[in-house]
């Protein structure tokens, strides 16, 4: 194919993602605030309102990577969206098995899935930098993610392991997104048909 075919879609492809991109980040961003303030006042006991937004919390990561992947392949290859979906559902039933047994159960396979899923936000912004700019947010996000998923696991053999500890990690990871979200809006608006 000739630059001149590729022009329009090379044009094209990163207006496209950014307007598709936002929106979801927005409602990850909203959703993991939301999350964080029901399960601070769910309290540190592995109760049923507990067991619940524990799994609900990697499922919504399902739902939002299988979306990301089916929508925007103007960004690239979706293959790491979709092996972020499986890494997910891994941690959804993991999560449901932990909780069964006590909370540093569930410390250990929210942080192993915490890190996992750091270092592939940081892969998947690497990759789309060229397409949508760089999105430090979620950089940082990723990187804070891995740190923090190993962290969990060195607490959770300690007696300060708390389930409360998961909250902050959400509500962070929900700022982040919506950031991300607002710079990747701005920039479609200044730079509709351009890369950021």
């Known amino acids: 194919m000739s630059t001149v075919d590729q022009a329009p879609s090379a044009i094209n492809s990163p207006s496209r993602a950014q ?13 993991a605030l939301v999350w964080a ?10 109760t049923a309102a507990t067991v619940t937004l524990l799994i609900v919390y990697p499922a919504i990561d399902v739902i939002s990577s299988a979306y990301d992947a089916s929508t ?5 290859p979706a293959t790491m969206q979709w092996v972020n979906a499986a890494i997910s559902t891994v941690a959804l039933i993991g999560l449901a098995v932990a909780s069964a047994q006590n909370t540093a159960s569930v410390l250990r396979v929210f942080g192993a899935w915490a890190t996992v899923s750091g270092l592939m936000q940081l892969i998947v912004a690497l990759r789309r930098r060229r397409q949508l700019g760089t999105q430090w947010a979620s950089l940082i996000s990723g990187g804070l993610s891995t740190v923090v998923g190993i962290t969990f696991n060195v607490m959770a053999g300690s007696h300060h392991a708390q389930l409360s500890m998961l909250s902050g990690y959400a509500f962070l990871g929900g700022l982040f997104f919506l950031v991300d979200g607002f710079l990747l809006r701005r920039r479609h608006r200044i730079h509709p048909g351009q890369n950021a």
């Open 19 to 31: 307007r598709a991109l936002w929106p979801l980040y927005f409602v990850r961003g909203a959703f």
């Open 72 to 76: 925007h392949r103007t960004t690239g």
């Open 37 to 46: 303030a029901a399960f601070t006042a769910s309290g540190d006991q592995l």
